[in-house]
């Protein structure tokens, strides 16, 4: 599946107006935008202190079975950071699931299927499988991923994405219903040719900040009068 360099141009030029307007001033990289900061990089904020929380690292063996290791998967899920001048929740897991989550009693075999994941024991089209058959959403386990690796994973929110990738020129892709992990390598792999195709706008750009880009696209941007400009020719 492949994104159209020619949509991505349009759409960056867009992108470009739109962040100069509301920073007042030209677009240069991603990390000098202060309304890509204020709006979108508590990312790598919640991630940082995901991984903090997490502390995979010191995992024992002996951990697993003793509701260890799913206090701090819990933590890492309720992680709080201070972006911007201000608390920000970790928004990029539904706090349904969340509180689901945290309700739940303590697992043996959940905590071997995290143990295994977060140690790399096992492959990571296993440990998706496993994790779904535990009854975990698709935006959940994405983020899971996400906080083990964000140069490879990124967050999901499957309806709002769905409508992102049809400005991209990719309506026939869907994540709604989708679970699997061929939709999941899917979606991390549109976002990766996006990442491509922005570093040649700005060379440090990562997959966060191509995440960062479709969500501007398809939130702030359409709502505003930008709309316009994003609809794929």
């Known amino acids: 599946m492949t994104v159209s360099t020619d949509i991505l141009e349009k759409l960056f030029t867009a992108f470009s107006e739109f962040v100069a307007t509301m920073d007042k001033q030209p677009f240069t990289t991603f990390n000098a935008s202060s309304l890509v900061d204020k709006t979108e990089n508590y990312k790598y904020s919640v991630y940082e202190e995901a991984r903090e929380n997490l502390g995979n690292k010191w995992w024992r063996t002996?951990?697993?079975?003793?509701?260890?290791?799913q206090q701090?998967?819990?933590?890492?899920i309720k992680t709080r950071v201070y972006h911007s001048f201000e608390m920000v929740d970790n928004n990029l897991v539904d706090w349904r699931k969340k509180d689901e989550f945290s309700k739940r009693a303590k697992s043996k075999n959940l905590e071997t299927i995290f143990f295994n994941f977060?140690?790399?024991?096992i492959k990571?089209?296993?440990?998706?499988?496993?994790?779904?058959?535990?009854?975990?959403?698709?935006?959940?386990?994405?983020?899971?991923?996400?906080?083990?690796?964000s140069n490879r994973f990124l967050p999901i929110s499957q309806e709002r994405f769905d409508k992102i990738f049809q400005?991209?020129?990719l309506s026939h892709f869907e994540t709604?219903?989708?679970?699997?992990?061929?939709?999941?390598?899917?979606?991390n792999d549109v976002i990766k040719q996006v990442r491509n195709f922005l570093r040649t706008k700005d060379i440090n750009?990562?997959?966060l900040d191509a995440h960062?880009?479709?969500?501007?696209?398809?939130?702030?941007?359409?709502?505003?009068r930008f709309v316009s400009r994003i609809t794929p020719p």
């Open 62 to 69: 002996e951990d697993i079975g003793t509701g260890k290791i």
């Open 72 to 76: 701090a998967v819990n933590a890492a």
């Open 118 to 121: 977060y140690k790399s024991k």
């Open 124 to 149: 990571d089209s296993e440990a998706f499988n496993q994790l779904v058959n535990e009854g975990l959403s698709y935006q959940f386990v994405a983020y899971l991923y996400f906080i083990k690796d």
């Open 167 to 169: 400005r991209i020129g």
């Open 176 to 187: 709604s219903g989708k679970v699997s992990w061929d939709n999941y390598t899917t979606f």
């Open 205 to 207: 750009s990562t997959l």
């Open 212 to 224: 960062s880009f479709l969500w501007i696209l398809g939130n702030q941007m359409e709502q505003s």
